[in-house]
């Protein structure tokens, strides 16, 4: 037996970094060979051709969540404790959204309707006499109180039988009174107003409404865009019918609302079908909600 200084153990492969590298690269079947450098994300991906051109150019989206103002409700007016104790009533909420600005209009237009054609119904118009921003808003709760109270005929709230003594219309106005405002209203300035617009004669209070919307609520990060129907068989030419739905007639709006709080954001109303441009109904419907939100971080569920 050799002795402990004369033995040699076995020299085991050299596995430096280098050399196994090189041994990786001297491979003659690699598959790597010939991708380019700083190429290997791109590689594993699949090459996708979405089919709009116009999504090649658009610039690439935030990285974070940036908001044009702290999402929530925005009252510029409420301030401290004191100053929101005027939102204790129903109708200092409603009055965000019906200002006393549209108010004005809304009466001016009604009074100067009824001047123009009140001897086309002279029953009506024979007891006639301005509409103001009060009686307005009275007449609103009437029209709202009329659509939750469910009675044969609007005639049955000014009744005096028993049978309808818990109803309180009467107290509020009379009967020929809201039949007249009902007769003269105008929300629309005929001198301005499209005649051949299908919604010529609201235009003017859905844009409103849809701006106040917008002004006083910041939506959070996740939005929706769906459809909802507004229950009603009155006589329009955008009138839907869905059958699946539980509000089966109505008007259809394309709603962009906050998936948090539930808030409506914007909204749009569906006129029935028209030419939505090269790229269909949705993509013009997305592409309009979220034209105030676009660009900033936001998650859309559609």
Not at 170 to 184: N, P, V, W, Y
Not at 198 to 224: A, D, E, F, G, W
Request: some cysteine.
């Amino acid at each position: 037996m050799d002795s402990d200084s004369d033995y040699q153990p076995e020299t085991d492969v050299d596995s430096s970094d280098d050399e196994v590298w090189e041994l990786i690269d001297s491979s003659d079947d690699s598959d790597d060979e010939n991708i380019p450098p700083n190429s290997t994300l791109n590689a594993t991906q699949p090459n996708v051709n979405y089919g709009y051109d116009v999504l090649d150019t658009m610039p690439e989206a935030p990285a974070s969540f940036l908001p044009e103002r702290v999402p929530g409700i925005q009252l510029d007016q409420v301030r401290t404790r004191d100053s929101a104790k005027q939102f204790f009533r129903a109708i200092d909420f409603f009055k965000l959204y019906f200002t006393m600005d549209i108010v004005l209009q809304i009466c001016q237009y009604t009074n100067t309707y009824a001047t123009e054609h009140g001897l086309q119904k002279p029953s009506v118009f024979q007891s006639w006499y301005e509409l103001s921003p009060d009686e307005f808003y009275r007449f609103c709760g009437l029209i709202m109180y009329a659509g939750i109270v469910q009675v044969p005929n609007i005639e049955r709230f000014w009744s005096t039988k028993s049978l309808y003594n818990g109803l309180w219309a009467r107290a509020f106005m009379s009967r020929d009174r809201f039949k007249a405002i009902m007769c003269f209203i105008k929300v629309s300035n005929p001198l301005t107003e499209d005649p051949n617009g299908k919604l010529c004669k609201v235009r003017m209070l859905t844009t409103y409404i849809r701006m106040k919307c917008i002004k006083l609520y910041q939506p959070h990060q996740n939005v929706s865009i769906d459809e909802r129907m507004v229950r009603n068989k009155g006589k329009y030419a955008f009138r839907q019918y869905i059958r699946d739905k539980p509000t089966k007639w109505g008007m259809k709006l394309w709603i962009l609302a906050d998936s948090l709080s539930g808030y409506t954001y914007d909204f749009d109303i569906y006129l029935g079908k028209q030419d939505n441009g090269p790229f269909g109904l949705a993509y013009g419907v997305v592409m309009k909600l979220t034209k105030s939100i676009s660009r900033q971080g936001y998650r859309l569920f559609f």
